[in-house]
């Protein structure tokens, strides 16, 4: 029979990483209540732009309702954006109970909410930037015809 051998990893935090994650955990609660206030101002927003450019004389040439597609594309921006701001005010509150109770678990939950919150942010980036390079693509293709 074979012995199986478990073998225990172990990560001590030394009183220079408690502060510094301490610290990360303030400026990250900071950060998320203030993208919280943003997508407040957002959705808000959102239910004002349509009348604002309602009002506007220039939009009445156009053939559809451009304060109601941009209300939607605001509430559609807000949607997205709420998701990084749950992840990092998740990873804060998690933090700060994981250091003030000294529990491993909740740190490695804390810091599966900072995993989350990046990897959201770099897959949203690079959507964006496909987006970027599509725009620039299909810019320069009607550049070219045109210029034909």
Known sequence: MKEVITEVEQL????????????????????????????????????????????????????????????????VIALIYAFPVYYLYQFSVKTSAALSSKDDETLSKALEMLKSHYKFIGVYTIIILSIYLLAAIIGIIGAVATAV
């Open 12 to 75: 001590t935090l030394n009183s220079a990483s408690r502060k510094f994650l301490k610290e990360t955990a303030m400026w990250s609660k900071f950060l998320s209540i203030l993208g919280i206030i943003m997508l407040a101002l957002m959705f808000v927003g959102s239910f004002f732009i349509s009348a604002i450019y309602s009002s506007l004389p220039q939009t009445e040439t156009i053939p559809f309702n451009i304060g109601g597609v941009l209300s939607v594309v605001y509430i």
